[in-house]
């Protein structure tokens, strides 16, 4: 287990990161600033860095490139007033691990650091394939924490949208990614799924592809989709014969949240569409 740096120790977000981090029994130490974060990483290894959460994106991303030139090796989680889709794909391009923007979810933070802090194979997780504000196509290894980190950039580039919008989307998105990485790739690290977000002037359609052989949606008798309407826990008995863990209402909980679930015709790709109740601030174009 690397060590972990947080800094801004007179920051109050920092400071309860770092009561967190502590009280789960995680090697961590406090940084006054950059200048001081430099110094630190000279003097002993860090395998994880938390920006100041008062610190703006660009000025972390020249951090980062400096900390990388002392110690190649060390994972960002970065921290910022404010984002902007250019500065979440700045990010996303540098390998930061992760990017939290206000209000900052300490618990969410906490457990990729943890994550972070044990994780050698993290650098060729996410690759990104198209980037540019309204449309962003990554590559993404088969690894629940890989989502987890994806899950941390598509809530940042959607933080225009209203947090009620935000909070049905992106609870579809982690099912749908999830679902994917366990049914479609085993959670084959080896393998991968193909991930796109775009933003139109009234809708944000995500589009998510694994490499399985794909599915009928009656066939799914371990989801809870399938559930006769008297019987809404009839896919958990399924579950057990086949093994697989517990669960299996993401379908249900995606289809509740959004407005549009499209599989293709073999069922290994889905969009997901939720409709915009204003036009997008955002010129897709």
């Not at 457990?111 to 997780?125: C, K, N, Q, T, V």
């Not at 796109?196 to 066939?219: H, K, M, N, W, Y």
């Not at 014969?241 to 290994?268: H, K, M, S, V």
Request: charged share 20%; glycine share 6%.
């Amino acid at each position: 287990m690397s060590r972990i740096l947080v800094i801004g120790i007179h920051t109050e977000t920092s400071c309860e990161i770092g009561a967190a981090l502590s009280a789960a029994g995680l090697p961590m130490e406090y940084s006054a600033g950059h200048a001081d974060t430099l110094r630190l990483l000279r003097m002993r290894s860090f395998g994880v860095v938390i920006t100041n959460p008062d610190s703006d994106v660009e000025e972390d991303l020249a951090l980062l490139d400096e900390m990388r030139f002392i110690r190649p090796g060390v994972k960002c989680i970065l921290l910022a007033r404010r984002s902007t889709p250019n500065d979440v794909i700045a990010a996303l391009r540098a390998r930061v691990f992760a990017c939290f923007t206000p209000p900052f979810d300490v618990a969410a933070i906490v457990s990729l650091a943890h994550s972070a802090a044990s994780d050698s194979h993290w650098r060729e997780d996410i690759h990104v394939l198209s980037a540019r504000p309204g449309w962003v196509s990554v590559r993404v290894s088969c690894r629940i924490i890989t989502a987890e980190r994806l899950i941390s950039f598509v809530n940042e580039l959607s933080s225009q949208l209203p947090e009620e919008t935000r909070r049905e989307m992106m609870q579809a998105f982690r099912e749908i990614l999830l679902n994917a990485m366990e049914h479609g790739a085993a959670f084959n690290p080896e393998q991968v799924i193909e991930v796109t977000g775009v933003r139109t002037a009234r809708s944000l359609v995500f589009d998510i592809r694994d490499p399985g052989a794909g599915f009928r949606p009656e066939a799914l008798t371990h989801a809870a989709i399938t559930n006769p309407i008297d019987d809404p826990v009839a896919h958990v008995a399924q579950r057990l014969e086949q093994g697989i863990r517990p669960g299996g209402f993401g379908l249900l909980l995606a289809r509740g949240t959004i407005d549009e679930l499209i599989y293709n015709e073999i069922g290994n790709e889905v969009l997901l569409i939720k409709y915009l109740d204003s036009p997008s601030t955002v010129n897709p174009a």
